[in-house]
Nanobody, 126 residues
Framework: QVQLVESGGGLVQAGGSLKLSCAGSGDTFSSSTVGWFRQAPGKEREFVAVISFSGGDLYYADAVKGRFTVSRDNANKRVFLQMSSLKVEDTADYYC???????????????????WGQGTQVTVSS
């Protein structure tokens, strides 16, 4: 099984940057597809970004393209979400999620992921 723990959230001014980390455990983490999702209070969980098991394939939601970068360090069992040019509307709880590796299209729906972390809060102030 895979266990995930997010960290790095906090309060930042609009235009600033934060880097989130997702620490994985389990023998299969390094071969897992890992996605990032976010959920604002009272709103639906939405897709943010996904990275393939090798780190070679990436996909981003339109709302974060050009501002967020997902990467992974399998040697240290970590996946990162570098967030820059943050906007107030980026405020949400951010989650990482993992699933078996995919060939072809990467999963962008929350229901496609088996393992989830507990989330880390990101608040962007104007």
């Amino acid at each position: 099984q895979v266990q995930l723990v997010e960290s790095g959230g906090g309060l930042v001014q609009a235009g600033g940057s934060l880097k989130l980390s997702c620490a994985g455990s389990g023998d299969t983490f390094s071969s897992s597809t890992v996605g990032w999702f976010r959920q604002a209070p009272g709103k639906e969980r939405e897709f943010v970004a996904v990275i393939s098991f090798s780190g070679g394939d990436l996909y981003y939601a339109d709302a974060v393209k050009g501002r967020f970068t997902v990467s992974r360090d399998n040697a240290n069992k970590r996946v990162f979400l570098q967030m820059s040019s943050l906007k107030v509307e980026d405020t949400a709880d951010y989650y990482c999620a993992a699933d078996s590796p995919y060939q072809g299209l990467l999963p962008t729906n929350a229901g496609e992921y088996e393992y989830w972390g507990q989330g880390t809060q990101v608040t962007v102030s104007s």
